[in-house]
């Protein structure tokens, strides 16, 4: 599977983005997905993981209750809605597929990667 990332922006904070990872060779419902966000200088960390059926959410701790992530069948692609931005939140993002089926926080456990999007929030 390739995944292209889009979406990302300058937004000032309070405000939303949605993020979007385009999926082609496979459709997205054969993987489970997540979505990871590295500032500069500092280790790729994740924010948001949806199993396969779509069915199974799960976010890091620093996000929930402002970002929803959520599957497109119909365009293939998974999405990441992020409201009320931090400044914080800046941050290149990245979507990522993996092949078995556990959550999984850790970069080491995604198979594949999409192209990162840039995330600016201004205070």
């Known amino acids: 599977v390739q995944l292209q990332a889009s979406g990302g922006g300058l937004v000032q904070a309070g405000g939303s983005l949605r993020l979007s990872c385009a999926a082609s060779?496979?459709?997205?419902?054969?993987?489970?997905m997540g979505w990871f966000r590295q500032a500069p200088g500092k280790e790729r960390l994740f924010v948001a993981y949806?199993?396969?059926?779509?069915?199974?959410?799960y976010y890091a701790d620093s996000v929930k209750g402002g970002f929803t992530i959520s599957k497109d069948t119909v365009n293939n692609a998974a999405h990441l809605q992020m409201n009320s931005l931090k400044p914080e939140d800046t941050a290149v993002y990245y979507c990522?597929?993996?092949?078995?089926?556990?959550?999984?926080?850790?970069?080491?456990?995604?198979?594949?990667w999409g192209q990162g999007t840039q995330v600016t929030v201004s205070s």
């Open positions: 060779g496979r459709s997205v419902n054969d993987y489970d």
């Open positions: 949806i199993n396969r059926s779509g069915g199974s959410t």
């Open positions: 990522a597929a993996k092949r078995n089926f556990n959550v999984a926080v850790s970069p080491r456990s995604y198979d594949y």
